[in-house]
Every structure is written in structure tokens, then in C-alpha cells.
């Protein structure tokens, strides 16, 4: 499969590869896609996949490969995307979780391409506290009507929050029985405090984040 050719949306590059890699690689489980991934009804499809960072590849400390069983050219972004990409495109997904996505990737490659009239979806990005990479969340305007009704939480901020006297307390939106939603904020608001490192590490060295969106069905569905 080459990748020499240069992808254009709207006088935009998204991405030039001037590398020609192999053929996909045969897995029976991929060669069946098709026969577990058709439609049943009005359900919707999610696709949630960690594509893996490039600056994930070593260790941050000495620059020493976390996978030292995979030769090199199977993990140079070269080859390595192309392959994601057409993973991804094959699913024909209706909403797509991606993990783990470089913010250059997303800008450069990811975005302009899935945003792109030809595969019509929508989506944004949220990045990782401290990191070059984060997670990207898209889903199809064939599917779904367009939104702006979507947000990111920082799940270290909200365990922050979590010390706050009244944060939490009364439930907010969620459906629970008040005392059970009450009580159980006091629990891990009581677990932070009495645990220094457990506090530490979820109110400053987690990473995480958690995306949102509203999504409104369109009618028409889109084809298999």
C-alpha cells in the first residue's frame, strides 16, 4: 500500500507520507469485520481504540523502548498511522474514541481528515495536564445532528474539587437517593483527606480526562 500520495481538504495538508509500507497484515478476526459489524435495527456503532502516542514509545527517564519486542519499523508513525487510519475508516463507526492521540496528529491528520465532507463527522480534542497527548472524541453528522453541547473534565480538578466543603453535596443531576449520593461523597471526601498519597496522586499527577457530548439522532441513518 503506498502512502506516497498527499491528502488536500480544503487547501489544507493534512498529512504527507513518502514512505510505501506492506500490505495490512492478515488477522482473521479483521478479515471477518464485515460479518460482526453490520447493522441490527436503529442501534449505533462505537469504536473506542488507543492508537498510542508517539511519546509513549520510551521511557520518559532514559529513553529506552517499553517495546522492546516490536521492531523498530513497526512502530514509526510512518507506518503506524496509516494502518490506525484505516482501521478506523473500515468501522464505519458512529461515534469514535480515540486514546492516547498526539495533539499534532489530531491537528494535522485526525481532524482536518474525519472532519473532512467526505467522512462528515464532528469532534474535539482534549488534552492530557502536562502531555503532548490526550483524547479525541468524534461522532458522525450522518448519525447525529451537529452540537456544540460537548466538555472535557480533568479528573484530577474534580477530585480537587471533592475536598471542597459543599462540592457534591445534594446530588446535582444525578438520579440516586439523596442520602446514598451524600453519604457516599463524604466517604471519598474522608478517603482523600486520610490518605495523604492516595490525595497526592488523584489531585496532582492524574492524567486523565473524561469527554462529553450531547448527541441529538438524526433520522436518516447512515448505510453499512
Not at 498511522?81 to 468501522?91: A, C, D, F, K
Not at 502531555?131 to 461522532?139: D, H, K, N, V
Request: aromatic share 10%.
Amino acid at each position: 500500500r503506498s502512502t506516497a500520495s498527499l491528502y488536500r481538504t480544503k487547501s489544507t495538508e493534512v498529512y504527507d507520507y513518502h514512505h510505501v509500507i506492506e500490505e495490512r497484515p492478515s488477522n482473521l478476526l479483521l478479515d471477518l469485520r464485515q460479518d460482526f459489524i453490520k447493522r441490527q435495527g436503529d442501534n449505533f456503532r462505537v469504536l473506542s481504540y488507543n492508537i498510542l502516542a508517539d511519546q509513549n514509545l520510551t521511557r520518559h527517564d532514559t529513553g529506552e523502548t517499553l517495546y522492546p519486542y516490536c521492531p523498530d519499523k513497526v512502530l514509526e508513525r510512518s507506518r503506524r498511522l496509516p494502518l490506525v487510519l484505516y482501521e478506523i475508516l473500515m468501522y464505519k463507526a458512529d461515534i469514535i474514541c480515540l486514546q492516547e492521540v498526539d495533539h499534532s496528529n489530531y491537528m494535522h491528520l485526525f481532524e482536518p481528515l474525519l472532519t473532512s465532507e467526505t467522512y462528515n463527522y464532528q469532534g474535539f480534542y482534549s488534552c492530557k495536564g502536562g502531555t503532548r497527548e490526550g483524547c479525541a472524541l468524534f461522532w458522525s453528522l450522518d448519525t447525529f445532528e451537529e452540537t456544540m453541547d460537548f466538555q472535557e473534565l480533568v479528573l484530577r480538578d474534580e477530585f480537587d474539587k471533592l475536598l471542597l466543603p459543599n462540592h457534591g453535596v445534594n446530588g446535582g443531576n444525578y438520579r440516586c437517593p439523596l442520602s446514598d449520593w451524600n453519604k457516599g461523597i463524604q466517604d471519598v471526601r474522608a478517603l482523600l483527606r486520610n490518605h495523604d498519597e492516595l490525595r497526592s496522586i488523584l489531585t496532582q499527577r492524574l492524567g486523565h480526562v473524561v469527554q462529553t457530548a450531547r448527541l441529538i439522532p438524526r433520522r436518516r441513518r447512515r448505510s453499512n
